[in-house]
């Protein structure tokens, strides 16, 4: 059973910062991409960085030159750094395994985790 974790997420002021880490356990072969969401209330969920499984990033304009993504191949980990945050980063954040295979042969898939609240006040 391959679940994700993630943490960090709290309270911050806005020009704070935050790191978020999530955490993929069980059986595990294999992860391409790992990768960052939020959803606001209201809103659709975003994506705000990509790592790929050779360290290639991206992010959308909105937090370009203020998030960054990194991960741990050997432990199956992902972080997010996000430094001068604003209100409107203020949203529950997703960690997502993309294409995850449990064993060599397996079936890849995606996995999400439960998500972790990130508040910016103003």
């Known amino acids: 059973q391959v679940q994700l974790v993630e943490s960090g997420g709290g309270l911050v002021q806005a020009g704070g910062s935050l790191r978020l880490s999530c955490v993929a356990s069980?059986?595990?072969?294999?992860?391409?991409?790992m990768e960052w969401y939020r959803q606001a209330p209201g809103k659709q969920r975003e994506l705000v960085a990509t790592?790929?499984?050779?360290?290639?990033?991206f992010y959308p304009d909105s937090v370009k030159g203020r998030f960054t993504v990194s991960r741990d191949n050997a432990k199956n980990t992902v972080s997010l750094q996000m430094n001068s945050l604003k209100p409107e980063d203020t949203a529950v954040y997703y960690c997502?395994?993309?294409?995850?295979?449990?064993?060599?042969?397996?079936?890849?898939?995606?996995?999400w985790g439960q998500g972790t609240q990130v508040t910016v006040s103003s």
């Open positions: 997502k395994a993309n294409r995850l295979k449990i064993t060599e042969w397996g079936r890849p898939a995606d996995y």
């Open positions: 790592i790929t499984s050779g360290d290639g990033t």
């Open positions: 069980g059986s595990i072969f294999s992860i391409s991409a």
